[in-house]
């Protein structure tokens, strides 16, 4: 499965970005999406993962209600919608695919794209 996260760039702060990971390869309705984000000299860290389905979502306990994923399985899409954002967002933002659903540690998914850099200026 090939993953390709794209959609960043710079926002000012209270602004809004959606991100999209694009899959082929694979089946991709048979894998769990998780977004990672990995600022400068941080551990990657875990935002949201989205069911195979769609229709179970979890979330980081610190970015919920300002963070949503959602997915499209006939593109073979699945989005990152992130509003209210703010400087400490800044980060590369990397999709992930499993077919394990929970899963909030980047070495546990079994497929990593290419990331996409948010930057978000005060």
């Known amino acids: 499965v090939q993953l390709q996260a794209s959609g960043g760039g710079l926002v000012q702060a209270g602004g809004s970005l959606r991100l999209s990971c694009t899959t082929s390869g694979g089946t991709f309705s048979s894998y769990v999406v998780g977004w990672f984000r990995q600022a400068p000299g941080k551990e990657h860290e875990f935002v949201a993962s989205i069911s195979k389905g769609g229709g179970s979502t979890h979330y980081v306990d610190s970015l919920k209600g300002r963070f949503t994923t959602s997915r499209d399985n006939a593109k073979n899409t699945v989005y990152l919608q992130m509003n209210s954002l703010e400087p400490e967002d800044t980060a590369v933002y990397y999709c992930?695919?499993?077919?394990?659903?929970?899963?909030?540690?980047?070495?546990?998914?079994?497929?990593w794209g290419q990331g996409t850099q948010v930057t978000v200026s005060s």
């Open positions: 992930a695919a499993d077919r394990d659903f929970g899963l909030v540690t980047w070495n546990q998914y079994d497929y």
